[in-house]
């Protein structure tokens, strides 16, 4: 019966990041209710270690805290879903959506000088992040170790 678990824990997360990504895309904001549907996904397939998954959060809540121009609801999205996905599998996630981020914005600025136009010096994360958390999902569900 665990894979019936694991399925709907996958289409509530995936849904759930997916709106957390347009959310994001169109105001700029994560809900906290969002942020808290996502942690509770982690009780379809509940593994008592995962809880200190929290801990994704710190590197984003340091960079707010010392450098400025994160919000806290890429925070509490990033503890949301280190809570699913468990501490390596966070930092996993977090990984994969940066380098989707500095893929896309390499990309984006050289298109912008080739264009001559201005470019924007900020985005909204969640995306990127879930993109990441996608991937790290879909890595943990294949039982890859890390």
Known sequence: MLG???????VFFLALLLTASVI?????????????????TSFFVFEPWN????????????AAVFCGG????????????????GLPYGLLAEMW??????????????????????IMKSFPLAPFLSIGCTIAYFIKLGGLSL
């Open 97 to 118: 959506g940066l380098f989707v981020m500095l893929g896309f914005y390499a990309t984006y600025c050289c298109i912008q000088k080739i264009r001559k136009a201005e």
């Open 24 to 40: 994001d895309l169109r105001t700029r904001t994560i809900p906290d209710t969002l942020n808290v549907l996502i942690a509770l």
């Open 51 to 62: 809880l200190i998954g929290i801990f994704t959060a710190l590197p984003f809540l340091l």
């Open 70 to 85: 994160m919000g806290g609801g890429d925070i509490k999205l990033m503890a949301a879903c280190g809570v699913v996905l």
């Open 4 to 10: 019936n678990e694991i399925t709907l824990q996958a």
